[in-house]
């Protein structure tokens, strides 16, 4: 069992009645006798809270200023800031006389005081912060702390409406140790004059812009005991134009030329040749941007979703520009179009994309013998009676023509037989013609209803994504 001695039992009393310090009585008005008598009474107290009553709790009054926002990690989801800090409390029982003294004020080693542990409790990184050795006593016994301090904390970073996002991080302020019975976190300034001195101040202009500040105070209660808090919110707003430039616009404009591609006859020109160039082109330009997406968290951000999209809707116009040409090369190979696709494309789908159909005449008349025709309207009329090879005056009649010869008659069977096939080659050319018709009517049909559905989809899917953007930024 310790022996207290009589002496060091009469000091304990003594400051646990008068408190830990006194009034000071400086012998001159130079630093050098306040600074003794801070020495003999103040100094050695370090380790002591300042009050008179261990059941008295110290409040510390607490304010920041943002400096700068140094950078915004997505991937780590922290929060890197610069900030002011003020603490102050007071000593109970200490005050001078500031003209016995010769000083209202004065700057005092940090280590000389008892100085309260107040952490913030999202701090996830070593304190890099400049140190300020020195702190400022004031002779009613007020003690105030300024030092800037570099923040590395984590904050859930919703990256959802990138990149028109807005952020909240939270900066929690308190004891680490001390119940809020010992240590009451008391606001110093409300979030109107701590968000208009932060504008006033703030020198960073990089990708992130201070939109407002909001503080809370509450107690956190544990199984041990109850904390004393005060929670600052940092809302940030990030420029977007960086992101729209290099990412939206240009993403907008190869969208835009492959949907006038559908404006390429696809019988003349090689529209897939065409299309898979814009779809090579949009792949590099996704790979050479990615280190400006952000890395992806619990969520997909919605811009990832527009390229994935507009990636999809190329590939579907590729596929459209392939089927087309399988329906090119089917009028290539003389195929009769079914009658079901002919009712169903060439009479509703025509009408339904405003295309008509247009009537083709096949019908032509082939004259095999032209001279045969014109003596046909010059022939003698006959005359009853008589024979018109034996008209008065004319000469006697010539000798009647011999009958054809077997080889007369082979060659006329091979002259029929040659028209025949000609007549059947000129009959199958104009089917395959109509034929050829038909599929590319059929083509072009498709073709424009195809085209009319990927600019619906386009114009809904963009629609879609601009209310989620705006609908989320609103709430």
Not at 15 to 31: E, S
Not at 232 to 249: E, K, M, S
Request: charged residues 20%; hydrophobic residues 40%; aromatic residues 10%.
């Amino acid at each position: 069992m310790t022996v207290v001695k009589p002496a060091e039992l009469i000091f304990i009393c003594f400051m646990l009645l008068h408190g830990p310090v006194a009034t000071l009585n400086c012998t001159n008005p130079t630093p050098e006798s306040l600074f003794a008598e801070l020495e003999k009474n103040l100094f050695p107290k370090t380790s002591l809270r300042p009050v008179k009553n261990f059941s008295t709790p110290t409040n510390v009054t607490i304010g920041i200023t943002v400096v700068g926002i140094i950078g915004v990690e997505e991937k780590s989801q922290t929060l890197t800031t610069l900030l002011w800090q003020v603490l102050e409390w007071d000593i109970e029982g200490l005050s001078w006389d500031d003209e016995e003294c010769g000083a209202k004020r004065v700057s005092v080693p940090r280590e000389k005081l008892w100085v309260p542990d107040v952490y913030i409790a999202e701090f996830i990184d070593e304190d890099k912060s400049p140190i300020t050795p020195y702190v400022y006593l004031f002779n009613t016994g007020r003690v105030f702390d300024d030092k800037p301090i570099r923040v590395v904390s984590s904050c859930r970073l919703v990256i959802y409406t990138f990149p028109f996002d807005i952020q909240n991080c939270s900066l929690t302020f308190g004891s680490y140790l001390h119940f809020d019975t010992e240590i009451k976190m008391i606001q110093g300034s409300t979030s109107e004059e701590t968000l208009a001195e932060s504008l006033d101040v703030l020198e960073s202009n990089g990708e992130w812009v201070l939109a407002g500040i909001t503080t809370a105070s509450f107690n956190l209660t544990l199984d041990v005991g109850s904390y004393s808090e005060i929670e600052y919110h940092i809302i940030l707003r990030r420029r977007p134009t960086l992101y729209v430039v290099n990412l939206l616009i240009p993403s907008l404009f190869l969208i835009t030329v492959d949907l006038f591609s559908f404006l390429l006859p696809p019988q003349n020109v090689d529209r897939s040749s065409f299309k898979m160039t814009l779809i090579l082109g949009y792949t590099v330009f996704l790979l050479i941007m990615n280190d400006l997406l952000p890395a992806t968290g619990d969520t997909t951000p919605l811009i990832n979703v527009f390229f994935s999209v507009s990636l999809a809707l190329m590939v579907a116009s590729l596929l459209e520009t392939v089927f087309i040409t399988n329906i090119q090369t089917s009028s290539c190979q003389n195929r009769a179009v079914p009658h079901w696709l002919s009712v169903l494309v060439l009479r509703y789908l025509a009408a339904a994309v405003c295309l008509g159909r247009k009537e083709n005449n096949s019908r032509t008349t082939i004259i095999l013998n032209p001279s045969a025709t014109k003596g046909a309207d010059s022939r003698t009329p006959d005359i009853p009676g008589r024979h018109p090879e034996c008209l008065p005056g004319d000469a006697a009649p010539a000798k009647p023509r011999p009958a054809p010869t077997e080889t007369g008659l082979d060659e006329l069977r091979k002259v029929s037989r040659e028209l025949m096939a000609i007549r059947l080659q000129v009959d199958k050319h104009f089917r395959g013609c109509q034929s050829r018709q038909e599929w590319q009517m059929v083509s072009q049909v498709i073709d424009r209803l195809l085209f009319a559905l990927y600019v619906v989809f386009i114009v809904f899917s963009f629609i879609t994504i601009t209310c989620i953007w705006i609908r989320s930024n609103a709430s």
